[in-house]
């Protein structure tokens, strides 16, 4: 899932209380391509630590929930259809079957935080304002030590992150094909013709449905 969609599920759908250090622990394995592709997370690191702080407690809760929620939502079935579905009604033009197979996941996962964002207007503003209430310097350090991995110049990137609020761009079809280009430049791939891009989005949107999600994550 996507920066938006695990904020409404944890908050909105299971009711856990929103804590800020929490919803960045969330957001930061999102995040981290725009901060590094050579400095990573130590997952097993943060797995072991017992933290005795309550800020070190939630981020690291924040984090693992994270990566638990997408195992869990990256083998729904639903998931699974819906991708068998984008990939059959678009016309790939010879491209790389693994390349489809990850423009098809994210346009999906951009998809469901589009449609939350066209049901409730005002989550981006819920959304960031109680992110900023955390203080970015102190969540990078706090980072660096769960997670043993460099973090300098992070805390940079997280107030960059709040200051464009570029999720509003997931308002519209071209500003989500805006994110795919970005995700396609930070992960060092080559780009797609557009027109291609808005076919996967265009398909995303038409099939995916948060309510399913919602169910199927909770019926487990």
């Known amino acids: 899932m996507n920066y938006l969609s695990h904020f409404v599920f944890n908050h909105d759908i299971c009711g ?3 804590e800020p250090y929490f919803a960045l622990g969330c ?38 929930n994270h990566v638990e929620v ?17 990939k059959s009604a678009v016309e790939r033009d010879g491209q790389p079957p693994a390349l489809v197979d990850f423009v098809a996941h994210a346009a999906l996962e951009l998809a469901l935080d589009h449609r939350l964002l066209h049901a409730d207007p005002a989550l981006i503003e819920r959304f960031y304002g109680l992110l900023e209430i955390c203080d970015t310097d102190d969540v990078a350090a706090r980072v660096g030590r769960l997670g043993r991995v460099r973090t300098d110049g992070l805390a940079d990137v997280i107030r960059a992150f709040f200051a464009r609020r570029f999720l509003r761009h997931y308002r ?25 891009i808005d076919a996967f989005l265009f398909s995303a949107v038409q099939h995916v449905g948060p309510t399913e999600v919602w169910e199927a994550l909770r019926a487990e």
């Open 172 to 196: 519209t079809v071209a500003g989500l094909a805006a994110v795919i280009r970005i995700i396609l430049r930070l992960a060092h791939i080559p780009p797609l013709p557009d027109p291609l």
């Open 27 to 64: 957001v930061l394995p999102d995040l981290w391509l725009r901060y590094s592709r050579v400095h990573r997370i130590r997952w097993p690191a943060v797995r072991a630590a017992e933290p005795t702080e309550a800020r070190d407690a939630e981020l690291r809760a924040g984090l693992l």
């Open 16 to 18: 856990r209380p929103a």
């Open 70 to 86: 997408d195992q869990r939502f990256h083998a729904l079935p639903v998931f699974h259809e819906w991708q068998r579905r984008v």
